[in-house]
């Protein structure tokens, strides 16, 4: 499973990056406001600067709602940099951008997905991810990784290449879950990746080794 981190901090970007496992990042215009990241040249510029930083894909959204905006903005963000992914909303013209842009060799994140008939549309479309929210399903009482489920079974029925980018992971056990269910990507903030690292028992057995080593030396 691919690791990707859902934020617009190039800190903790970087510190991501420094480990070693991560694989991409995804952004939407609410992480960047958290930034403080404004205005659309320093949107652009932001996008640039996290290209720098990682080697994976880059997800960057579309604020346009309509078919010639989201194509207009789309193919200007993929001409930023090799590594932007055009996060495109789960709308009818947003699947007719997906297409659009599939068909032109760029690549696609289908955001904002719910169910599993959106997720259908958006692999016959041709997006490259398709990113189910399953944390802020969990939000409303409705099971986030049972989607992932489902979506993984009708997309291994058929063969779709899209890729499930489990998005709005919250903590640690979903990273978990999602990869046994196996979705092909997650991204979370690095709060739940560096949640992976922790247990009780490595901090234990780690302090008894360095005390029994300073006991022969
Ligand atoms: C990523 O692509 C999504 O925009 C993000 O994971 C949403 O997460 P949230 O529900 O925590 O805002």
Known sequence: MKFFIDTANLDQIKEAQDMGILDGVTTNPSLMAKEGITGHENIINH??????????????EVIATDFEGMIREGEALAKLHPQIVVKVPMIKDGIKAIKYFSDKGIKTNC????????????????????????????????????????????????????QILAASVRHTMHIIDCAKIGADVMTGPLKAIDGLLNHPLTDIGLAKFLEDFKKGN
């Open 47 to 60: 996008y640039k600067a996290i290209c720098e930083i990682v080697d994976g894909d880059v997800s960057a």
């Open 111 to 162: 955001t904002l997905v719910f169910s599993a008939g959106q997720a259908l549309l958006a692999a016959k479309a041709g997006a490259t991810y398709v990113s189910p929210f399953i944390g802020r399903l969990d939000d409303v009482s409705t099971d986030g990784l049972g989607l992932i489920q489902e979506i993984r079974l009708i997309y291994d029925n058929y063969g779709f290449e899209t």
